[in-house]
């Protein structure tokens, strides 16, 4: 976590958002690994998802996927290089544990993509057809008021 946070903060002019995204990517990438690595490997691990996260932000801001929250980056791709990592810095001559395959851990996260992807579009493609997903004109102004009749930035509205 703490490789993570240092790591997005040094690449984002120490943005406390993006630090936070990456301690959680970090904690994400970790997981796969973490009865496995040595320290120093899991240090690198966190370091690397820190550095990953805002270039995949902005590879999904170009391909027009909406992410506002960074989800994707920080679970998605941090958690495959953290799989991947795990076959990494998990073997014996990295100071790991040992009985782990990189190939493996490579296949598995392939399989864990496909199945995410897979899974997601049928089951958005379901919900676009039987109720719709797209907000009307007048929702996309901001469902905050539309739904529930609060604006989301009342600091922006002007008293009369």
Not at 76 to 91: L, Y
Not at 103 to 113: N, P, S, T
Request: charge should be negative; aromatic fraction near 10%; glycine fraction near 14%.
């Amino acid at each position: 976590m703490c490789g993570g946070a240092a790591a997005a903060a040094f690449t984002t002019r120490f943005d406390p958002l993006w630090a936070a995204n990456g301690l959680i990517a970090g904690l994400v990438a970790i997981c796969a690994g973490c009865d496995i690595m040595s320290p120093f490997g899991a240090l690198l691990t966190g370091i690397v998802a820190g550095l990953i996260i805002k270039p995949a932000f902005r590879l999904l801001e170009k391909l027009e996927i909406d992410d506002v929250v960074a989800a994707c980056p920080v679970h998605g791709f941090a958690g495959v290089w953290g799989a991947i990592a795990a076959g990494i810095f998990g073997a014996e001559a990295l100071g790991g544990a040992g009985g782990v395959s990189l190939a493996a851990q490579i296949v598995g996260a392939l399989v864990c993509i496909a199945w995410a992807l897979g899974s997601g579009f049928a089951t958005f493609y379901v919900i676009d057809k039987v109720i719709g997903l797209r907000a009307t004109e007048e929702e996309e102004k901001g469902l905050d008021e539309t739904e529930f009749g609060v604006s989301a930035y009342p600091y922006m509205e002007t008293r009369d």
